[in-house]
């Protein structure tokens, strides 16, 4: 950080903003990634791993060929974005999203716009079958939303150039919302679908929804009924699904041209929709304190062992000196009576005198006698276990420019980001009064 205090994080996107959820979500977005305090990179330098929260929520939809999921889509977001018809359209994955112009991505240019959906890479063929379309329209909620339009599925001899029923399991775990839709004249009962649903129900059955389709080609009220109990009855007979309660709202495109008496519960799903994102800012707001509070734990935790390094370090350095000066004096000694013993003892006393050379020689026959006590397997040993007495580790301390950057870390988290995660929280309270 270059010992500057932090900047508070501007939003450059203000002005492209339209609703309270998109400005909260974008906000708390940018506090995560902003290139010089981003959370994401503070917490980076801590050893702690954050991951910045989605701008949009997830919505897959998934059902049988022809059951209407991309003429919801197109519905949803007033404008045709994905092919619909009998045929089956879709057959592999494409994300419908929200942007400043109309786009149409590949593969690779799809999983660059949205990383964290990398793991299809190991679902071996996908890479052919995923694209994005990126649609200009505002209208709903669709800013917020990403709809993920998946394969119709079908039984019988249909084969596909991918593990359809594996792919599919795993994006329903990744998105915040799963719609099934189940088509009165075509598949309804599909087993590839209810396969699917059996598996997606054991790990996020909170996330499933199921919905009668195109209710208004299911001739009367009393077809529409009977096959919506085909239906339930073939779900409850499945091991992971018969103790859930189901509700299967009837929805179909308006057609003013075409009037039905059919109850239309479509209004439902765009209810259901805007539910989930204000529960994902509620959720973003919350995941953004705990961060917060983690970052400044851990900062907090560093600079207390901090201190109690260099408690340590001042206790050791008498025990450092007195271990250096043995250290250096006992091989010496050691030396020393070596190269004595290379004399006699009349050599010794016309070199140093009598008095020393008898003073020399019982500290050093002391020194051989205890060497050669130690056998000769084990003296490497001693010397390890010696150095090792002598070395005491010193506690790597930080420096004054890593404590006063953790400092205004600290700061920086308190004064800004939390107060901004305050005025967001206190926005959001006003705008459902």
């Not at 791993?49 to 999921?69: C, D, E, F, Q, T």
């Not at 240019?109 to 190991?122: M, N």
Request: with cysteine; charged share 25%.
């Amino acid at each position: 950080m270059s010992g500057r205090k932090p900047r508070s994080v501007a939003n450059p996107l203000g002005s492209a903003i339209t609703t309270p959820s998109e400005r909260i979500l974008k906000e708390c977005h940018s506090l995560y990634v902003d290139s010089e305090n981003g959370l994401v990179k503070i917490a980076s330098s801590l050893g702690v791993r954050l991951l910045p929260p989605r701008k949009k929520i997830i919505v897959m939809i998934m059902g049988n060929h022809s059951a209407g999921k991309s003429s919801f889509i197109n519905w949803y977001a007033e404008e045709h974005i994905q092919k619909a018809g009998v045929a089956i359209e879709t057959q592999g994955f494409t994300f419908i999203t929200s942007g400043r112009k109309r786009e149409s991505l590949t593969g690779n240019a799809t999983l660059h716009l949205y990383p964290h959906f990398r793991p299809l890479l190991e679902f071996k063929g996908v890479m052919d079958y995923l694209s994005a379309e990126i649609s200009t329209s505002k209208q709903k909620k669709f800013s917020l939303v990403t709809f993920v339009d998946t394969p119709g599925l079908v039984d019988g001899d249909m084969v596909y150039p991918f593990d359809v029923n594996s792919a599919i399991t795993w994006l329903g775990e990744q998105a915040d919302l799963v719609f099934v839709f189940f088509d009165p004249m075509g598949q309804a009962l599909c087993k590839r679908t209810l396969n699917i649903v059996e598996k997606l129900s054991e790990k996020c059955g909170d996330k499933l929804l199921f919905y009668l389709s195109k209710a208004d080609e299911a001739g009367k009220e009393t077809d529409r009924q009977r096959v919506m109990m085909q239906i339930v009855q073939e779900l409850c007979r499945r091991p992971g699904l018969n103790k859930c309660g189901f509700e299967m709202p009837t929805i179909y495109i308006p057609n003013p041209q075409r009037p039905s008496r059919c109850v239309n519960q479509i209004d439902g799903v765009c209810q259901t929709i805007e539910k989930t994102i204000n529960q994902a800012v509620q959720k973003t707001l919350d995941q953004l304190e705990k961060d917060c509070d983690l970052i400044c734990s851990t900062i907090s935790n560093r600079l207390e062992q901090d201190r109690a390094d260099v408690t340590h370090n001042k206790s050791v350095r008498l025990h450092s000196f007195l271990c250096g000066a043995l250290g250096i004096f006992l091989p010496a000694l050691f030396i020393l009576s070596f190269i004595l013993n290379t004399f006699s003892l009349e050599q010794l006393d016309e070199l140093l005198g009598e008095g020393l050379a008898r003073t020399l020689s019982i500290f050093t026959g002391i020194v051989i006698y205890l060497w050669d006590w130690i056998p000769e397997d084990g003296q490497v040993v001693f010397v390890i276990f010696f150095g090792a007495f002598l070395l005491r580790i010193w506690n790597k301390t930080l420096t004054k420019k890593e404590k006063r950057t953790m400092a205004e870390y600290s700061d920086y988290i308190q004064d800004i980001v939390k107060t901004k995660k305050v005025s967001l929280f206190h926005f959001v309270s006003l705008c459902h009064v």
